[in-house]
């Protein structure tokens, strides 16, 4: 009896997880215009940085001669972020218009509603990390690394947007409104300035270089953007995933917590 009734639980969390990530889709795919920042901004950080950085391939220790292997990663990780804003927006908007509320009264654990919303920016995060490259291919992105590089690129993408998700999903469980999402914004913009985006660490000096060596989105940006500059190495790779975890650890704990302590 007392394994029907686990196998009965797991399958009602999974079938709840999976309904509001489904729903999350659907809600995209009958409102595009919800990926217009999501994908277009991080075209357009691939267009203008290229651009505005593509002398610095000429110095030594830049790590490549093609600017978009450097920057591709970069944009990606940039559409990561808003794909985790746009899944806690999501929460957001359904606290507003009352269908939250419904959700926090049905039966069970609210835990998969909370997995069901990060697995939904973590499918989203594929969108802008695709048309990025599509747009940098264009511009002669090349791939040493294989597609294990690629692997490496939209897992960091894919915990990026998890992360972040969770992050919005903690500060829209506290305050209620759709407004917050503009510290999870700020907060990402700057995070992902503050590391090794532009410029190798060894390329910045003072206070943005211990920001860059502190910053965890740095072993992240590592992670992602090894198969675009050489080959893959576990140095590399373990500590961008080890920071994913770690993040993701904090940000759940955090998100979870709000969510446990809302009052339908």
């Known amino acids: 009896m007392s394994t029907v009734t686990v ?5 009602h969390a999974g079938a709840v997880s999976l309904a509001v990530c489904v729903r999350g889709l659907q809600r995209l795919r009958a409102r595009p215009v919800l990926l217009i920042p999501t994908v277009v901004m991080p075209v357009f950080f691939v267009i203008s940085f290229t651009g505005a950085f593509s002398s610095l391939t000429r110095i030594e220790g830049y790590g490549t001669s093609n600017i978009f ?15 985790g804003v746009g899944g806690a927006t999501s929460a957001a908007d359904d606290l507003e218009n009352g269908f939250f509320d419904r959700l926090l009264l049905t039966p069970g654990s609210r835990l998969p509603i909370l997995i069901g919303t990060i697995g939904y920016s973590a499918v989203r995060s ?8 599509a747009v940098a291919a ?25 992360v972040f998700c969770l992050f919005g999903l903690t500060i829209v469980y506290r305050l ?10 700020v907060v990402g913009f700057s995070s992902m300035f503050l590391s090794i985006g532009q410029v190798p660490i060894e390329f910045l000096d003072g206070w943005l270089h211990h920001a860059a060596r502190l910053n965890p989105l740095t072993n992240v940006l590592r992670l992602s953007r090894q198969g675009f500059v050489g080959e893959l190495s576990w140095d590399l790779t373990w500590p961008g995933l080890v920071a994913i975890a ?8 955090s998100a979870l917590r709000a969510l446990m302590k809302m009052a339908p």
Not at 139 to 161: D, E, H, N
Not at 176 to 185: D, K, N, P
Not at 246 to 253: I, P
């Open 126 to 133: 594929f969108i802008p990390t695709t048309g990025v490259l």
């Open 69 to 83: 292997n450097w920057m591709a990663p970069y944009a990606a990780l940039q559409g990561a972020v808003f794909a």
């Open 138 to 162: 264009l511009g002669g992105l090349q791939l040493p690394g294989g597609v294990l590089g690629l692997v490496s690129l939209f897992a960091a993408t894919a915990g990026m947007a998890v």
């Open 7 to 11: 196998s009965t639980g797991l399958g």
């Open 176 to 185: 209620r409104t759709l407004r917050s999402m503009m510290i999870v914004q």
């Open 246 to 253: 770690a993040m993701t650890l904090v940000g759940g704990l």
